[in-house]
């Protein structure tokens, strides 16, 4: 059971992390600025154009109805909208750049001038052409071609959602840290990613733990879901990288059963008590509703 003292006892011990300055990402959106930083919480929504993917109530059929789909969830709270063409899921079809090029750069130009539209993806082909489209994040989920997909951002001045991974993509399956406390390995494993990222002239890094990723070692649901509960609940211990943190909040069918579009409420206020500063969401308006009762409700 995790209890007050529990956290409590977690942010004494951890207090100069706490205390260490995040650097905020600024978009300039069709709707305003959107800001990824300490003031509040920014939801990004997630749309998936793969019919692979697990989440079957995020799946858009079209890029038409990517578009749908995306409105729906801008007028509902995503500050962003992150869209990709293949899932993640370890079964799932493979799908060539140029598929998926022809799938996201249709429904990006659409989005692109209602909201702020991220892409993921691994591909260096699809993320030009999806910046060209008009899309002004990155959500990179691969190592192999790291360098010219972070060229590629400074050039159209992205930000880039910088995801764990050790692999030349997603896709190949790894294993997360054995350690207990995972989060020595996850800052050792961003500093030089980002010192990198400046290097090359990209200013606006927000780094992603990957908790919504695959793992070999986590398969049992269990193990996954309390792994995943230990880093959301730590976000605030990256903070000395200076740059804000994305978490995909879980699902955990085997806990929440047929409950389990709830599963990203309740995980989203152990992220947001962690100190997560982007949370990527298949449940927009619920989450909405949830971080809205935590910022409305003063406990002190």
Do not use: W
């Not at 990723?213 to 959301?232: E, I, K, S």
Request: charged fraction near 25%; charge should be negative.
């Amino acid at each position: 059971m995790i209890t007050l003292a529990d956290l409590a006892a977690l942010h004494r011990e951890h207090a100069d992390a706490l205390a260490a300055v995040v650097e905020p990402v600024v978009l300039d959106g069709p709707r305003g600025a959107v800001v990824i930083g300490d003031e509040a919480v920014t939801l990004m929504g997630c749309i998936n154009l793969s019919r692979d993917s697990t989440y079957r109530e995020s799946v858009a059929t079209s890029p038409a109805d990517a578009v749908r789909m995306g409105r729906i969830q801008a007028a509902q709270g995503a500050a962003l909208l992150d869209l990709g063409a293949e899932s993640t899921n370890a079964r799932a079809a493979r799908v060539t750049a140029d598929d998926q090029v022809a799938t996201l750069v249709p429904a990006i130009k659409e989005l692109a001038v209602e909201a702020v539209v991220s892409v993921e993806t691994y591909e260096p082909e699809v993320v030009r052409a999806c910046l060209d489209a008009g899309a002004r994040v990155l959500n990179m989920t691969g190592r192999q071609h790291e360098e010219e997909m972070l060229a590629l951002a400074a050039e159209y001045d992205a930000a880039v959602v910088m995801c764990f991974g050790v692999t030349s993509n997603v896709r190949e399956i790894a294993d997360v840290p054995p350690d207990a406390d995972p989060v020595p390995v996850l800052l050792d494993h961003f500093a030089p990613r980002i010192a990198r990222a400046r290097s090359l002239g990209v200013d606006k890094v927000v780094i992603d733990p990957g908790m919504g990723f695959y793992y070999g070692n986590l398969v049992d649901p269990m193990t996954r879901a309390r792994h995943q509960m230990r880093v959301l609940a730590q976000g605030f211990r990256l903070r000395p990288l200076g740059v804000p943190v994305c978490n995909a909040v879980p699902h955990s069918f085997d806990l929440f059963g047929d409950e389990f579009r709830k599963a990203e409420g309740f995980y989203a206020v152990f992220a947001t008590l962690g100190g997560t500063h982007l949370v990527r969401t298949h449940e927009v308006p619920h989450l909405r509703t949830v971080l809205r009762g935590l910022d409305e409700l003063d406990v002190r």
